[in-house]
């Protein structure tokens, strides 16, 4: 099992910038993908980035120079600096972490809502 706790959500004013944690606990093998995915109300839960324990980096196409996601494997922390934030980057964003062998389950955060005021 794998928990997950994030920080970092809030409001900003567009043009701002926002930098959201998530650090993992739990039995974590030395393998793995964390990342961010964000969800309107009424969507289907959408990739941000993602990044795995080499430090390989997947961004979507909309937030690509914007958003950079890293991570600290000492403290087991994935971390998403989002700037040049626009209204429609407003959502709940959820941390995902899934091994890459062995426990293949996919684990979630409870979720940090972003509010990009225009």
């Known amino acids: 099992q794998v928990q997950l706790v994030e920080s970092g959500g809030g409001l900003v004013q567009a043009g701002g910038s926002l930098r959201l944690s998530c650090a993992a606990s739990?039995?974590?093998?030395?393998?793995?993908?964390m990342g961010w995915y964000r969800q309107d109300p009424g969507t289907q839960r959408e990739l941000v980035a993602s990044i795995d324990s080499g430090g390989a980096a997947t961004y979507a196409d909309s937030v690509k120079g914007r958003f950079t996601i890293s991570r600290d494997n000492t403290k087991k922390t994935v971390y998403l600096q989002m700037n040049i934030l626009k209204p429609e980057d407003a959502a709940v964003y959820f941390c995902?972490?899934?091994?890459?062998?062995?426990?293949?389950?996919?684990?979630w955060g409870q979720g940090t809502q972003v509010t990009v005021s225009s």
């Open positions: 995902h972490f899934r091994h890459l062998y062995l426990d293949l389950n996919d684990y």
């Open positions: 739990g039995t974590i093998f030395r393998l793995n993908v």
